[in-house]
Each structure stands twice: as structure tokens, then as C-alpha cells.
């Protein structure tokens, strides 16, 4: 593979580009089309990452990018002291499909760290307590609030002193690698038992409560899914101690899971949801759907001045038109079909532990393979270069999981090549 013009591009980013940021490859895009992307050498490959979950529609649909173009020629932007149509319109779009039955409102921002930012200042206006609960493993932002609730890895804290907020951490309802005895044959169960029998009465006094936050399926964390029992759990506990539910469905909504949201699996309603990434495929947005009486904060309390930005609301409208119209559907049926074929590719791999995921939301975790599920962390980051080097470009999460999170709109025969170009990878790396 010839990547010239890379090297030279990356020297270039070398000088003037924060180093904080994670790189998963030497990848310097040119352009895209769906679920594939060409390099400033012209070599292609296909998408298994869509921008971290983001590229909802596939890269530059053509109906998102007639209504960004569209709407750049009427104005590109308006501050939030003001209004205009657009907003109003994806506004009424998302509360129409909140995750529960009562009427909702929306506060639109820029990303998925400032919506999780929006839910627990909301939280804590509106119940008037201090403290929250969130899960290890999980990851909800990089700014002072949401890096408070974030544990996925520690150098994503390292150096940045104490969390800002009160939250404590319980583990993450991962099955497959248990961490608490135990106490009902749910592990999801178990956890919400041990968030009641233990972290209430020593840790936090559930009257202090604000809310828990937490993503129906942890994302950076190993994408992993709860057990069934969980969120039914959660929500009692919830509802006995007046604590607010939030989900985090930053990486998980937007139809990636098949349906709008991940939590609608569980048939739970939370009380607010946190979202962004895929909803205007790759223009920035987040924000946050809320109960209408709970998102009661009263004028000046919190905003933006890119809120409501109209090129995003444009994009967003367009976003969800395609994924109600075709791509939910198409992620419920490649997610069904990719999970066949890899657990026809694990049963020739020992070196796959577990596969997990819903819709177009997989996750791969890879072990040493002797049978004692030992994570196998260099193991993976040779996949993804391998894959890399074949024309594949994967991401990891957790500690040695690989994500398989293509856009929605991705193609059956574009499914099978990745696919296959992955199954070598593991054969070359795993011997």
C-alpha cells in the first residue's frame, strides 16, 4: 500500500496538531462514498468505524448534503438569542421519538460531552440533590462534568485532578466478565442489588441522589450489552428513591441499534436521554430529550451560542427522514446477518472470546484462546493494523474488543468483503 502523500501529511499534523489526540491508523481521508473511503493516495477501503458511530447515512449522502447546501445558501447561522424554523422543526422531529409516553422538550448543543453535560445540570436543577451514580467502563465526554462520570481509561483523566461533581461508580452489568458475587440468576440484577444493598446505605444517600447515568449499551467500555434483567431493575430502584434515569445514547442512538434508541430494547423509559454523534450524520450536533416536566430549568439558566446551528438541523432533518424511511431497517437486518457470519468465524478462531451487539452495534472481544478468557489486548491492536493494511479500517473499545459499527445504509456485499478481510487479519495475527 503506497501512502506517500500520508507520510507527508502526518509529518505536517505532527507539527501543528495537539497530541492528545488517539490515532488508530495512519488513515488521511480524501473523500467517501457510504461505507467507503478513499486516502489522499487513492487507496480505498472500507468503513467499519463511520466516524466513531457518526456517519449515520454512509459518508456525504446525497440528501444530506442537498440540505446542508440548501440551507447554507438561506444562512449558515443564527445565535440562540433568536429563532428560525429549523429548529423548531428537529426539535418537534426528537421529541416525537422520546423513549417514554409523556410529552417532551430538547436542547440541541454540539456534541456528546455537551449533552451529557445539558442532562446533569438538569438533573441537578431539578432535584435539587448533588451526587450521581455512573458505571466503570463507561465513557461520557472529556470536559470537567462528563469526565467525571468517564472510567473507560485512566489516561483520560490522568493529570486532570479531582472530578468536579460527587459520582460514584459501580460496575457495568458485563456478564461475561463478572465482577460482584452473584445474587440473582440476572447479572443485571445483581449489580441494581448491589447499587440498593450496598451503595445507598454506605455511599451515597439515595435522598442525595440526583440521577444515574448510563449507557444501555457501553460503548468505549467493550460494547458491551446488559443482561435482560437490568434496566427493568434499574428503573425500580429509580422509581422507589425519586432519582432521575438518564441514558447516554451519544454512540448507541439514531437507529444504530436497530431501533431509535438502545434503551427501547428493555422496554424502559428513562427520564432523560443524551445524544449526538449519529443524528446529523457528521455535521455536529448533540443534546438532550427530556421529560417535559422535568426539564424545567428556568431562562438563562443554560445554553450555547451554536445551539439550534441550522446547518445541523438541516442535516439532522434529512438524517432522520433516511433512517425512518430505509436504515433502521437495513441496520436490524445486516446487524442479524453480520452476527451469523461472525459467530461462524468464531467457531474457527479460538481467539474470539464473545460476540455482542444489537443492530449495526457489534462488538468482537478477543482472549488468549486457552479457554481462561484472559483479554488480549496486543492481539487486537495487530488485528486493526492488519486489517488496516488489507483495506479495512476498525476501532477498538474496552480492553481488547473491536467495534463493528459501519453506517447505517452499509451494503450486504460490502458487509461480506470486510468480513472476510477481517477473518484474515485474526488468521494472520493469530498465529
Known amino acids: 500500500m503506497k501512502l506517500d502523500k500520508t507520510q507527508e501529511l502526518l509529518k505536517r499534523d505532527q507539527a501543528v496538531v495537539s497530541p492528545s489526540y488517539p490515532r488508530a491508523a495512519p488513515f488521511a481521508m480524501e473523500r467517501g462514498s457510504g461505507a467507503e473511503v478513499w486516502d489522499v493516495d487513492g487507496n480505498r477501503f472500507i468503513d467499519f468505524a463511520a466516524g466513531i458511530a457518526v456517519c449515520t447515512t454512509g459518508h456525504s449522502h446525497p440528501k444530506v448534503v442537498a440540505a446542508i447546501q440548501d440551507q447554507a445558501e438561506r444562512f449558515i447561522h443564527i445565535s440562540s438569542d433568536y429563532y428560525h424554523p429549523v429548529w423548531v422543526e428537529i426539535s418537534e422531529r426528537l421529541a416525537g421519538i422520546a423513549p417514554f409516553s409523556e410529552p417532551a422538550k430538547v436542547f440541541l448543543g454540539n456534541s456528546g460531552t455537551e449533552a451529557v453535560e445539558a442532562g446533569i445540570k438538569l438533573a441537578r436543577v431539578h432535584s435539587g440533590r ?5 458505571f466503570q467502563g463507561g465513557f461520557h465526554g472529556r470536559t470537567l462534568g462528563s469526565l467525571a462520570f468517564t472510567s473507560s481509561k485512566s489516561v483520560q483523566r490522568r493529570g ?28 443485571g440484577e445483581t449489580v441494581v442489588n448491589y447499587i440498593e444493598d450496598h451503595i445507598l446505605k454506605t ?13 444501555p449499551i457501553q460503548g ?4 458491551i450489552v446488559p443482561p435482560p434483567g ?5 428503573r425500580a430502584l429509580c422509581d422507589r428513591h425519586g432519582i432521575l434515569l438518564i441514558v447516554d445514547e451519544v454512540q448507541s442512538g439514531i437507529g444504530r441499534t436497530g431501533k431509535w434508541w438502545a434503551i ?12 449526538a454523534k449519529g443524528v446529523a450524520s457528521g455535521v455536529p450536533m448533540g443534546g438532550i430529550i427530556a421529560r417535559a416536566s ?21 442535516a439532522a432533518l434529512a438524517t432522520l427522514d433516511l433512517v425512518e424511511d430505509q436504515f433502521m431497517v437495513n441496520a436490524r437486518r445486516m446487524g442479524e446477518y453480520a452476527m451469523d457470519a461472525l459467530e461462524e468465524i468464531q467457531s474457527r478462531h479460538p481467539a474470539i472470546g464473545e460476540i455482542r451487539g444489537k443492530g449495526l452495534m457489534i462488538g468482537v472481544e478477543l482472549v488468549d484462546g486457552d479457554g481462561a478468557k484472559r483479554p488480549a489486548h496486543d492481539l487486537r491492536e495487530r488485528l486493526i493494523r492488519e486489517a488496516f493494511d488489507r483495506g479495512l479500517l476498525l476501532l477498538g473499545c474496552g480492553e481488547s474488543s473491536v467495534r463493528l459499527a459501519p453506517a447505517l445504509s452499509i451494503e450486504e456485499e460490502l458487509l461480506d468483503e470486510g468480513l472476510r478481510i477481517m477473518e484474515e487479519s485474526i488468521s494472520t495475527v493469530s498465529t
Do not use: K
Open 160 to 187: 486532570f485532578g479531582p472530578p468536579s461533581i460527587g459520582v460514584t461508580h459501580v460496575p457495568y452489568p458485563n456478564a461475561y466478565r463478572q465482577v460482584l458475587q452473584p445474587t440473582s440468576d440476572d447479572y
Open 230 to 234: 437490568f434496566f427493568p431493575a434499574l
Open 203 to 215: 455511599v451515597v444517600p439515595p435522598e442525595d441522589c440526583a440521577a444515574i447515568l448510563v449507557e
Open 220 to 223: 468505549e467500555g467493550g460494547y
Open 130 to 134: 448533588p451526587l450521581f451514580i455512573g
Open 264 to 275: 427501547e430494547h428493555s422496554n424502559v423509559e428513562p427520564d432523560i436521554v443524551c445524544f
Open 294 to 314: 422535568v426539564m424545567d430549568w428556568p431562562e438563562g439558566s443554560h445554553g450555547n451560542t451554536y445551539g439550534g446551528n441550522p446547518l445541523a438541523c438541516r
